[in-house]
């Protein structure tokens, strides 16, 4: 936990990365393998899984990384990016609307953008600038 707090923007970035490929793989890896899918039901459920492991460790690096970061516009913006790309998986989740693929991805690129943003222009060398 030590590193994530420690080292944030470059695990959200990270997750947000594998995020991407992870949206980018699925509709690949199961029209390529379409007996997946009727093979085994416990494969997909652990693919679709990988959403929500990647949402919570994004959400944990954005709940440290707001914490250093010094322009309030990339705090609400995290959480903002954070929500849209929750929403998007959870509509894709339960098919409540057809929405394409392509927002996912900006959300997710836009996550992983933001971290590389903090990391490199608004990081609080000591903690007395971030202090509330």
């Known amino acids: 936990m030590k590193l994530i707090i420690k080292h944030s923007d470059y695990v959200g970035a990270s997750a947000s990365g594998l995020c ?3 949206c980018i793989a699925t509709p690949i890896l199961f029209l390529s393998q379409a007996s997946l899918i009727s093979i085994s039901n416990e494969m997909l459920f652990l693919w679709q ?3 929500f492991l990647f949402l919570a460790i994004s959400f944990i690096a954005i709940y440290y990384s707001v914490q250093n970061s010094s322009n309030s516009y990339v705090k609400i913006l995290f959480f903002l990016n954070w929500l849209i790309l929750s929403t998007l998986i959870l509509i894709e989740l339960f098919e409540i609307l057809s929405i394409a693929e392509f927002y996912t ?3 997710a690129t836009s996550l992983s953008i ?3 943003y903090n990391l490199n222009y608004c990081r609080c060398e000591d903690d007395s600038c971030c202090v509330d």
């Open 105 to 107: 991805y900006i959300a």
């Open 114 to 116: 933001l971290h590389i």
């Open 49 to 51: 899984s990988l959403n």
């Open 20 to 22: 991407l490929i992870h």
